[in-house]
């Protein structure tokens, strides 16, 4: 079926009637049976009275404290006791916080403050005790604050006597110190042990790295020490390299001036058949002759007298004949000459050659050092580079077993926490108090009670709840119900077995009738019970799926 704007209109305003006679319903139901609602609100009220009367306080005890770090000589420390970064300082405070909620922490504390009153202290303290102890104890930062943001932090205890509560904290606290105080000497203590066998490792294998290296060292001989400078600096300049450079140098000026002998050799051998060849031979190649090459221009001299004289002068002229007489004394004085030079020439080239020899035989022993050098170069590196790295781990170890040792000291003299004041249980208990428990306990009672009376009193206000027809029963639906019911006289039989509502208690009459006020809808007033109304809601459910249907 489609609905008209009218029909929603009349349903709206149909939603206040209703509304108000829902309201009257439960009022004249809390008339008609008040001992169904006020019985349960007394009852819960008196429960929570006694509960509040019987319920001892609970305070809460709270020790400030202060962590800090360990004092070191470190260079990177800005001052001793700093923590180097937040995330240091949260996890100390963390691990303060697990050891706080130990088992031993927890049963020393227990023990050294006793049972409480009225508690046999044999068998203290029980496994019963020290799991309620511990959601007792409480490890928290300030207010507005994180674990890791400051260095302060408070170990709350809560207990029902206050004085008890602030020995429990004072005792958790001085467990806490003394825990911590041992796990630091048990972790030093762990760490000395480790690194006092990484000592002995590391000096067992830097040892048979020196043994190794003297091996090589031995092979070597004299020339360990440009070994030692080749390792240290490989393009650097040694006594052999030195050496070397000098040699090649010397031979190359041997080689040259044998080269320069023999080639000067070669030209007096042509000059002693032909002595133009020696005028043209360059002054250069007789600097080791300085005997011949003065003959060599006397002879130019006497040359260019005679050319002088003879442009002149005839050849008959004594003058002329004076130059040619010259000319030909001079190269018969070159001649003896040159015959001498080569004799000198041959003994230079002889001793030349003997040094070449000479320079290339100390020239092949030097390389052969150093190649000899270059083979053992590679195990020589390898040992020194193998202790040098022992040498480096053995000093990282001896000196982080020194911080060790210095920080297993310092655990067993000193404390890293420091209490602020003493405990503080503030003016008031932190459990609810008794007014809120009284309040708490009347609403809670009136409204068991409201409930109660909901479920034992069969009424139009169950069918509202049951159906919606409290605030959205329309008047066509009303009207059809009240003549369903009107001319239902017995109730039919259902697929479903129906409820039965409680019997009235033998202590209340049964309620008269109530007469339909005007205006009120007829099935709020009529009281026939569950099973009736529920016939009639069916049908008229059946009939309106059926007409949809159609619809």
Not at 31 to 37: G, L
Not at 264 to 293: I, K
Not at 352 to 377: S, Y
């Amino acid at each position: 079926m489609i609905s008209t704007p009218a029909d929603h209109g009349s349903s709206t305003r149909d939603n206040g009637p209703a509304a108000d006679g829902f309201l009257v319903e439960v009022v004249r139901m809390m008339r008609q049976y008040p001992f169904r609602w006020t019985v349960p609100t007394v009852v819960c009220l008196l429960c929570s009275l006694v509960f509040a009367l019987v319920r001892p306080d609970t305070w809460q005890a709270s020790q400030a404290l202060v962590v800090r770090d360990e004092g070191s000589t470190r260079s990177d420390q800005l001052r001793a006791g700093d923590f180097q970064h937040v995330e240091q300082m949260k996890t100390v405070q963390e691990t303060i916080l697990e050891l706080s909620r130990s088992r031993s922490v927890l049963a020393q504390a227990l023990t050294t403050v006793g049972p409480p009153a009225g508690t046999a202290p044999v068998g203290w303290p029980s496994d019963e005790a020290i799991s309620g102890f511990r959601k007792d104890v409480q490890v928290k930062p300030p207010k507005g604050a994180d674990f890791g943001t400051t260095e302060v932090f408070y170990v709350k205890v809560k207990d029902h006597d206050r004085e008890r509560a602030r020995q429990l904290v004072a005792a958790v606290c001085d467990q806490v110190k003394r825990q911590y105080q041992q796990l630091r000497d048990e972790k030093a203590q762990s760490m000395i042990d480790e690194l006092t066998q990484t000592v002995r490792e590391v000096r067992i294998d830097r040892d048979a790295a020196t043994a190794r290296l003297k091996k090589v060292e031995s092979g070597v001989g004299s020339d360990l020490a440009e070994l030692r400078i080749l390792q240290i600096s490989p393009s650097g300049n040694s006594d052999l390299r030195r050496r070397v450079s000098s040699l090649e140098t010397e031979l190359r000026a041997s080689e040259s001036t044998y080269r320069r002998n023999a080639e000067l050799r070669r030209l007096l051998m042509e000059a002693r058949g032909d002595l133009r060849t020696l005028v043209a031979t360059p002054n250069a190649l007789l600097e080791s002759q300085p005997g011949l090459r003065r003959l060599k221009d006397g002879l130019i001299d006497a040359q260019i007298r005679f050319a002088t004289a003879r442009a002149r002068l005839t050849d008959e002229h004594p003058e002329v004949v004076a130059a040619i007489a010259a000319v030909d004394e001079v190269r018969r004085h070159l001649t003896s000459e040159i015959e001498l030079a080569i004799r000198g020439v041959d003994s230079e080239m002889r001793l030349a050659q003997t040094q070449i020899d000479a320079l290339n035989e100390q020239l092949a022993q030097t390389n052969e050092r150093l190649r000899k050098l270059a083979g053992v170069r590679a195990e020589y590196a390898k040992s020194t580079a193998e202790i040098t790295t022992y040498d480096q781990l053995l000093q990282t170890a001896q000196e982080n077993l020194a911080d060790a040792r210095a920080s297993q000291a310092a655990a067993r003299t000193a404390s890293l926490i420091t209490l602020i004041d003493t405990p503080d249980t503030g003016a008031r208990p932190v459990s609810m108090p008794r007014r809120y428990l009284l309040a708490a306990g009347l609403f809670g009672g009136f409204a068991v009670g409201m409930g109660l009376l909901f479920v034992t009193v069969p009424s139009s206000l169950q069918l509202g709840a049951t159906f919606g027809l409290a605030t959205a029963a329309s008047d066509a639906q009303t009207k059809r119900a009240t003549s369903v019911i009107q001319e239902t006289a017995q109730p039919q039989p259902l697929t479903e077995p129906p409820s039965i509502s409680p019997a009235t208690p033998p202590s209340e009459p049964p309620a008269p009738r109530a007469p339909v006020p005007t205006g009120e809808p007829p099935v709020f007033a009529a009281e026939r019970g569950r099973f009736s109304l529920r016939y009639a809601l069916s049908k008229i459910a059946a009939e309106s799926h059926a007409s949809g249907k159609v619809s």
